[in-house]
């Protein structure tokens, strides 16, 4: 381990040893990152005669700015539509899991009731449960709700089973004085009144918190909407990527367009929110 | 996203030492807002109780019952076949060859750990663009899972990019995905690649929570840099690494996306979860594919119980 500080020993020969192997291992991952995700762009940018020449996949394309692969992948892949889709998935399952969670947590903090630990109980067992193991029977559960093969199945799945976003609320919650509710009962306020003026306004940077990394979550899950709609009138941006192999199953130049397609608005959240995704992700899994 | 498991949830149930909401925990309770009618917080517990009834419990019962019957997933009748179902997957041995996959990302698992450990180390002092780093470690992260799939299928394919950067330093092309031998080490390096930057973040959030002048103490004590990585960090953040091993271990009993992108589970890259998927919606074997699942979710269990006895919580009073 070569844990090195920059400090007063910088001048001596094994500090600069120390410094060197470090910078070279950071340069090192970044290598490794960029590797595979630069030899998808580059053949994303070439044309089929150029993507099946056997050459290599680190060279650059002949045309730089040509974007014929993107419209196949844009069109062929159906990917507006998928869009369309992602986005109504992740606007109603962010709302339902906002809901959901703020409701839970106002309810354990802020009132006392008799089997309160009961619940609580409840809610942290099922923390315990990976929902990857439960999906053979939940499939009977939404089927029997008559919501299989609609988008409303996903929004279900993720609006109820998110223990994470109930833990955040609630860990916010506590930092929010009682006194502000009893200002506001004393103003004449009922419950639904404090939770809907008082605690969700204040609960904003918790809401920001979850929607960052249920927003993650959603965009990027495929095991759900693959499960639960099948149909490729529904497909989300990973259905319908993953439907790219069998027409494309040899077309590299198309398939690494769509997945660079699928890639790009993740990097422009990450860049434009970079802080608070760390932060978010940071209080998402330990708080 | 994983939930976090009891003993987290558990630990931060605990405010941290000074923070307001310390006095709750008194026998008077006196954050407790509450007015009049008993009725009101049951009114908000409602609909976030319905849901986990309906998407937990419900399912998990659902799934023990449905474990011991043959049912098929369509027909009317659910057969009792008692305890069938678990003989019948203790003697196949194809049981034990899905548990010997779990190896290979276990073993990624552990990886993935280490370099966590060092980058956040690293990158928790002084480094020059270490946001940049910090940036290119975590970014493949927030990548969606079946983008990571084709990333990799063409970072592996034959002559691929992988193939060229080794072949230029004499190593001989090999079938990264196509040689069963090879497949589950080359799948569980695409799952250290996602994830180490996740365990990464959580590393270096925990390391910076370190108060600065144990640091500046044991280096006028004349303590190395390991010295104080391993008398200060560590044991800092026991917690964190605690939690991710957890984290670790069952993500490597319940890997299912990455390998049934790239691979559909064939080369004996077949994962517990691919099987016991297949089993349910391609052979319509519900019932034996709700024992699989049974026994999964004891497996995690049993995880979560053992690391909460092998590594006590003790929590971490920071100074």
């Known amino acids: ?287 | 996203m994983s939930a976090p498991p009891l003993a987290q949830a558990r630990r931060s149930r605990a405010p941290s030492p000074g923070s307001p909401a310390r006095s709750r925990r008194g026998p008077d309770d006196i954050r407790v807002a509450a007015g009049g009618r008993g009725w009101t917080p049951w009114a908000f517990l409602l609909v976030p109780l319905a849901f986990l009834a309906a998407f937990t419990y419900l399912p998990v019962a659902a799934m023990l019952f449905y474990s011991f019957t043959d049912w098929d997933g369509f027909s009317r009748t659910q057969d009792f076949v008692g305890a069938d179902n678990y003989v019948e997957l203790l003697t196949r041995p194809q049981l034990f060859r899905v548990f010997a996959v779990s190896l290979f990302y276990l073993a990624g698992a552990f990886v993935q750990l280490v370099l966590a450990l060092y980058f956040a180390t690293v990158l928790s002092f002084g480094t020059r663009l270490g946001n940049v780093f910090k940036g290119f470690l975590f970014f493949p992260y927030l990548i969606n899972g079946v983008a990571i799939g084709f990333v990799f299928l063409y970072f592996f394919q034959p002559g691929g990019t992988l193939d060229t950067v080794l072949g230029a330093l004499g190593v001989g092309p090999r079938l990264w995905l196509g040689d069963p031998d090879l497949v589950n080490t080359s799948l569980a390096g695409v799952s250290v690649w996602r994830f180490t930057g996740l365990t990464f973040v959580l590393f270096l959030g925990a390391i910076q929570s370190i108060p600065p002048h144990l640091y500046e103490a044991a280096e006028l004590d004349g303590a190395s840099r390991w010295q104080q990585f391993r008398h200060i960090i560590v044991p800092g953040i026991k917690p964190i690494i605690g939690l991710s091993a957890i984290l670790a271990v069952s993500g490597s009993l319940s890997v299912f996306e990455i390998p049934f992108i790239m691979t559909g589970g064939s080369n004996n890259s077949e994962t517990f979860v691919i099987q016991t998927i297949k089993l349910a919606f391609t052979f319509d074997k519900v019932g034996l594919a709700s024992a699989a699942a049974v026994v999964l979710l004891a497996l995690v269990l049993l995880v979560t119980w053992l690391q909460r006895i092998l590594v006590p919580q003790e929590r971490v009073e920071q100074s």
């Open chain 1, 1 to 287: 381990m070569t844990t090195t500080s920059a400090g007063r020993r910088r001048s001596s020969p094994r500090a600069i040893l120390a410094a060197l192997l470090k910078y070279l291992s950071l340069t090192l991952a970044v290598v490794a990152v960029v590797l595979p995700l630069a030899a998808v762009l580059l053949t994303s940018l070439r044309t089929s005669e150029e993507a099946t020449a056997t050459r290599n996949p680190l060279a650059a394309p002949d045309d730089w700015f040509n974007l014929d692969n993107f419209a196949i992948a844009f069109t062929d892949g159906q990917m507006a539509r998928a869009l369309w889709n992602t986005a109504f998935i992740l606007v109603f399952s962010l709302l339902g899991t906002v809901m959901i969670g703020s409701m839970a947590a106002y309810a354990v903090d802020r009132f006392r009731f008799r089997m309160k630990k009961a619940v609580l109980a409840l809610f942290l067992i099922a923390a315990l449960v990976p929902s990857v193991t439960t999906q053979v029977a939940t499939y009977q559960v939404v089927d029997g709700l008559g919501v299989m093969g609609t988008r409303w199945a996903p929004i279900l799945l993720y609006a109820g089973t998110d223990i994470v976003s109930v833990y955040i609320f609630l860990q916010f919650m506590r930092s929010i004085p009682v006194a502000l509710d009893e200002a506001a009962r004393i103003d004449g306020a009922n419950a639904l009144t404090i939770y809907w003026r008082v605690i969700l306004p204040l609960l904003r940077p918790a809401i920001a918190t979850v929607v960052i990394v249920k927003g993650v979550a959603v965009y990027n899950d495929f095991y759900i909407p693959f499960l639960y709609m099948p149909s490729a009138d529904l497909g989300t941006i990973s259905t319908a990527l993953f439907r790219f192999k069998g027409p494309y199953g040899a077309h590299w130049e198309v398939i690494s367009a769509g997945t660079v397609l699928v890639i790009a608005p993740s990097l422009i959240v990450f860049l434009a929110l970079q802080r608070f995704i760390y932060s978010g992700f940071t209080s998402g899994a330990v708080k």
